[in-house]
């Protein structure tokens, strides 16, 4: 099957709503990896926000240990993610072979994931579900982190609140259900993957998830004894329950265990340009999570064709101006929701999803609306509303309801 310069072989990979295939550039005879994703199935299950994420943040990122999309092509059914192929599968298949790693691989692999994970939260965004499924290995037997279908894009500092990852890896903040902060989830995270490479499985374990997740929040786990002091001193640094004194990147870089034959690996714009100066003069540098460097990736996503998914699922999309706060402007959309027999459900703390409410559902067919809330001054934001599926009728009905009650507020503020 052929989808634009791409030959699609056989299947490599599976999940819920995509098939990765093995693909071949029929020009250049070069392999790559092609996931092939259903749009019928992402709209139904209300993932288009998700899928849009994944190859936005994707394109944002260009590092050594990281997995790089190279195109992204869509017809009326499919949308097809043209990726790097890395040959030698997932390193939990390594894992599953061997049981354990020996501890020279183990750091390289450990060094290899800071430094991605590290670049990833240098540019606002947060994996969220790291873990040896997610970490693929090359033909040089070097790590790259794939899958970021749950990852998060944040201001550094900004508190999540989505709970997402794999239960044996999730940290204890993101179990409770509060806000958190993405950076530490993520360390947590990696903190497992370094345990469980070199003894062979994972620290924390049980039949149950309830008594799992309680092992997490109070980090009941046991080092094997063959553990060195340099090896639990790092690991008990970052499998820390507070996140508050949970280790950061910058404390790992400077553990002993960590600094052996340790060569950072840098990724795209680490060159003249990766060293900035703020407007007191100071040099930011690696390692600081630096909000110059969210703010570019946000503009390349606002300014750069190739980052426009707005029609990937076929969606209508209006702007509007509102001259009030963040919350006075969510509570104007609740209002012309409830207009045009709309429920509100919050996702986060700038975007809501509308529903039809109840009683009607059966008269109306699926239905996918949303509206994001950026606040550009504390008393200005921009509100988009998108429609990826359901009836248009409603769409600009809201759309209607909304402006009005926009024009008729400022007005009279």
Same mark, same amino acid.
């Given at each position: ?27 250049? %005879? ?35 240990? *990281? ?6 092509? =869509? ?19 390594? !894992?599953?072979?061997?049981?354990? *790693?020996?501890?020279?691989? =183990? ?27 997610? !970490? ?5 037997? %070097? ?6 279908? !749950? ?59 309830? %008594? ?23 690991? @008990? ?9 949970? =280790? ?46 969210? *703010? ?40 012309? =929701?409830?207009?045009?027999?709309? @429920? ?5 703390? @700038?975007?809501?999803? !509308? ?9 109306? @067919? ?48």
């Amino acid at each position: 099957m052929m989808v634009g310069k791409y030959e699609l072989k056989r299947t490599i990979g599976e999940g819920m709503f995509a098939k990765v295939k093995l693909g071949v550039e029929v020009e250049s %005879n070069a392999t790559v990896a092609v996931k092939v994703i259903d749009k019928k199935t992402v709209i139904k299950n209300n993932l288009m926000y998700q899928v849009k994420r994944e190859i936005s943040t994707m394109k944002l990122l260009d590092h050594p240990n *990281i997995v790089k999309i190279r195109e992204v092509l =869509a017809t009326k059914t499919k949308i097809y993610l043209v990726m790097e192929y890395v040959a030698g599968g997932p390193l939990s298949d390594k !894992l599953d072979y061997l049981k354990k *790693i020996d501890e020279k691989e =183990a750091r390289k692999y450990f060094h290899q994931l800071i430094d991605a994970v590290d670049y990833c939260h240098s540019r606002g965004v947060y994996h969220r579900d790291l873990k040896p499924e997610n !970490l693929l290995l090359d033909s040089k037997g %070097n790590i790259k982190v794939s899958d970021f279908g !749950l990852s998060a894009l944040k201001k550094p500092g900004d508190l999540l609140s989505t709970a997402c990852g794999s239960p044996s890896y999730v940290a204890p903040e993101v179990i409770t259900h509060k806000s958190y902060d993405g950076a530490a989830a993520d360390i947590w995270s990696c903190g497992v993957v370094l345990f469980q490479l070199l003894a062979g499985f994972l620290p924390f374990q049980d039949r149950t998830l309830t %008594n799992l997740y309680r092992k997490i929040a109070i980090a009941d786990y046991t080092f094997p004894v063959r553990f060195t002091s340099a090896q639990k001193k790092l690991i @008990s640094k970052i499998l820390e329950p507070l996140p508050t004194k949970r =280790a950061r990147i910058s404390n790992i870089l400077e553990e002993e265990w960590f600094k052996v034959d340790y060569r950072q690996n840098v990724g795209l714009d680490c060159d003249e340009n990766y060293l900035s100066q703020t407007s007191s003069g100071e040099t930011q540098t690696h390692g600081e999570n630096n909000s110059w460097r969210f *703010i570019n990736a946000f503009r390349l996503i606002a300014m750069s064709k190739d980052l426009d998914l707005s029609g990937l699922f076929q969606e209508e999309k209006i702007k509007f101006g509102s001259e009030h706060p963040v919350d006075e402007t969510f509570a104007k959309i609740e209002v012309a =929701a409830k207009d045009v027999d709309l @429920s509100v459900k919050r996702i986060n703390n @700038s975007r809501v999803r !509308l529903h039809v409410s109840k009683g009607l559902s059966r008269s109306r @067919s699926h239905y996918s609306l949303s509206a994001e809330v950026v606040e550009v001054t504390p008393k200005y934001c921009v509100i988009e509303v998108s429609k990826s599926a359901g009836d248009l009728g409603s769409y600009k009905e809201f759309c209607k309801s909304l402006s009005s009650l926009l024009k008729d507020n400022s007005r009279s503020s």
